[in-house]
Nanobody, 123 residues
Framework: EVQLQASGGGLVQAGGSLRLSCQVS????????IGWFRQAPGKGREGVSC???????DYTDSVKGRFTIARDNAKNTVYLQMNSLEPEDTGVYYC?????????????????WGQGTLVTVSS
């Protein structure tokens, strides 16, 4: 059974940092790209970042220079380091897995999803 477990969310003040983790099980981790998505209250799901099976990184413009994605294949885990957080970063963050060899931030490219972890950034 494919499982993705996101964790690490919480309440932080603007300017602070959080590190999200996505623990994966049930499939060959090395063969998949992993993406992070977020959904703010009342808004649609937005692709935030993706890391390919070979370690290529992709970010949406609003987080470039602030967020860093990384994968640890030995631990079947992908991390999203979020620095200089802004109130606009508030939302539920989801991780998802894609069989594509290319980086993507389109939800339809991801076939397996984890539950979300809530990030709240106060001003």
């Amino acid at each position: 059974e494919v499982q993705l477990q996101a964790s690490g969310g919480g309440l932080v003040q603007a300017g602070g940092s959080l590190r999200l983790s996505c623990q994966v099980s049930g499939f060959t981790f090395d063969d998949y790209a992993i993406g992070w998505f977020r959904q703010a209250p009342g808004k649609g799901r937005e692709g935030v970042s993706c890391i390919t099976r070979s370690g290529g990184e992709d970010y949406t413009d609003s987080v470039k220079g602030r967020f860093t994605i990384a994968r640890d294949n030995a631990k079947n885990t992908v991390y999203l380091q979020m620095n200089s957080l802004e109130p606009e970063d508030t939302g539920v963050y989801y991780c998802a897995a894609s069989e594509s060899q290319y980086a993507s931030r389109r939800a339809r490219d991801f076939g397996s999803w984890g539950q979300g972890t809530l990030v709240t950034v106060s001003s």
